[in-house]
């Protein structure tokens, strides 16, 4: 069981820390300041997400049994999960980041489904709860991205005169 619990959080590692190094890669080259603003913080977010995981593996390969604590885990994404994502109307910077948010939608996407899939594949029922939490994160981290996506796309669509999307 060790074994595969540690597959899943060595896998998890690692789209954490791409995920993490998109966020702060695309923060230094989309134009929009909101955009801006929500990459560094979602790169920050994907920070704690891998010391987290790299916390579950130590908790493993020090032989001691993980344990679900909402109140270790969640005080500081859940205070994050808070904040909103505000958009400030510069149409031309757009027109670049748009794409890059839908990147970001389905990197999200993508994280939220491999969470719930192992949390399914998992007996443990401790080890589940944690993996369900880091599907609901990731689950937050979409629904921002889509909300800001879906805003500043029927923004930009208007601005355009045009409303292909919607």
């Known amino acids: 069981m060790a074994s595969k619990v540690l597959g899943i959080l060595d896998y998890a590692l690692a789209k954490e820390m791409e995920g993490m190094q998109f966020y702060r890669s695309k923060s230094k080259t989309v134009n929009h300041p909101e955009v801006k603003k929500a990459f560094e913080e979602l790169g920050n ?4 997400h ?3 995981i790299n916390k579950l593996i130590n908790t493993i390969e020090e032989d001691e049994p993980i344990r679900y604590n909402v109140e270790d885990i969640g005080k500081v994404f859940n205070e994050r999960q808070k904040n909103e994502i505000v958009y ?3 149409f031309k910077a757009l027109r670049t980041d748009i794409p890059v948010l839908r990147m ?7 994280f939220m489904n491999f969470y719930e899939k192992a949390a399914n594949s998992i007996e ?11 599907a609901d994160w990731e689950k937050a981290h979409r629904d921002k991205i889509k909300e800001l996506y879906d805003k500043i796309s ?3 669509w208007e601005h355009m005169e045009s409303d292909p999307i919607f």
Request: net charge negative.
């Open 45 to 48: 977010m994907e920070k704690d």
């Open 124 to 134: 443990d029922e401790e080890v589940k709860k944690v993996l369900n939490h880091l």
């Open 104 to 110: 970001a939608y389905l990197i999200e996407e993508d």
């Open 88 to 90: 400030g109307g510069d």
């Open 154 to 156: 029927k923004d930009y």
């Open 50 to 52: 891998v010391d987290y």
